[in-house]
């Protein structure tokens, strides 16, 4: 099975920048679609980012649309999450989601493989 393993988060005051990276193992990388989620207290779980197979198509929530960036690297099995201008607002947990997109449209309708978590939290 394909295992996600998450790191770069921390405690960061609002304004700075974080990079989060996922590395994946026991599967054909470039194969899969890939998806950073978070989740905040009290809040759903929201997809802020999402990329396809080749790294040419990506796409953001609007909460989060023009401050994180998702790039991959398939030679080195891993994806990013660049967050800029963070606010307190990024505080949570975020995950990192593979899964097989569907045919020719880029993105899975479920993501099947999941990270443990890495925490952010930005302080005011």
């Known amino acids: 099975q394909v295992q996600l393993v998450e790191s770069g988060g921390g405690l960061v005051q609002a304004g700075g920048s974080l990079r989060l990276s996922c590395a994946a193992s026991g599967g054909i990388f470039s194969t899969y679609a890939m998806a950073w989620f978070r989740q905040a207290p009290g809040k759903e779980r929201e997809n802020v980012a999402r990329?396809?197979?080749?790294?040419?198509?990506?796409d953001y929530a609007n909460s989060v649309k023009g401050r994180f960036t998702i790039t991959r690297d398939n030679s080195k099995n891993t994806v990013y999450l660049q967050i800029n201008t963070l606010t307190p607002t990024d505080t949570a947990v975020y995950y990192c989601?593979?899964?097989?997109?569907?045919?020719?449209?880029?993105?899975?309708?479920?993501?099947?493989?999941w990270g443990q978590g890495t925490q952010v939290t930005v302080s005011s």
């Open positions: 989601a593979a899964g097989q997109g569907r045919g020719s449209y880029a993105y899975p309708l479920r993501y099947d493989y």
């Open positions: 990329i396809n197979w080749n790294g040419r198509s990506a």
